[in-house]
């Protein structure tokens, strides 16, 4: 199944179930919803869902935030994630890229100038003013086909997938950082 069916669902990865909601919700467990935590496919935002009744989902299923097995989402934090959600989001992250690895190729074919002497690409861990240069003028001759090409191309870029998967988790994780490229930027702008 593809993450991206269409640019009109809202598709979230589940991080985390909770059957029995939250544990430090007080009522009565018959009067405490299911859950799930989830994290948007689109512009990685982080949500805690309310399922309804008949929801059959897992852990790492992808399913549509607005569908029949959600009743209502709440925007979360990253700090009010459960253990295990946050030990998933690195392989929900992972799940994103591999299904759409054009989408985050093109990060590295499209990426500009923020400022005069700031460029989206030093955003990402361990790329400075000379790895970001060779990139460009690499990009230049033809633009990335996949992360192998643009590995090939860059010598001392390592993993560059790995590098977008490590940013977009500190993304998440910050919720004072200045420049954002993932968490909480439409993949349609």
Not at 50 to 71: P, Y
Not at 134 to 141: Q, S
């Amino acid at each position: 199944m593809s993450t991206v069916e269409t640019e009109q669902t809202a598709r979230v990865v589940v991080l985390d179930y909770l059957p029995h909601g939250r544990p430090d919700d007080d009522r009565p467990q018959y009067k405490k919803p299911a859950l799930a935590q989830v994290l948007g496919v689109d512009a990685f935002e982080l949500y805690e869902c309310v399922l309804s009744e008949e929801a059959s989902i897992s852990i790492g299923d992808v399913i549509d935030r607005d569908g029949e097995q959600i009743d209502r989402c709440r925007a979360i934090d990253y700090d009010d994630l459960t253990s295990s959600a946050s030990s998933e989001i690195e392989y929900a992250i992972e799940t994103i890229i591999d299904e759409d690895e054009k989408r985050f190729v093109n990060y590295y074919n499209d990426a500009q100038p923020i400022t005069l002497r700031l460029h989206q690409l030093n955003l990402l861990p361990g790329i400075g003013k000379k790895l970001r240069n060779t990139i460009l003028e690499e990009r230049k001759r033809a633009p990335f086909e996949d992360f192998d090409d643009l590995e090939d191309r860059v010598s001392g870029l390592h993993n560059p997938r790995a590098t977008l998967i490590e940013r977009i988790h500190e993304e998440l994780r910050e919720a004072d950082l200045k420049y954002r490229s993932f968490v909480g930027v439409s993949s349609e702008e």
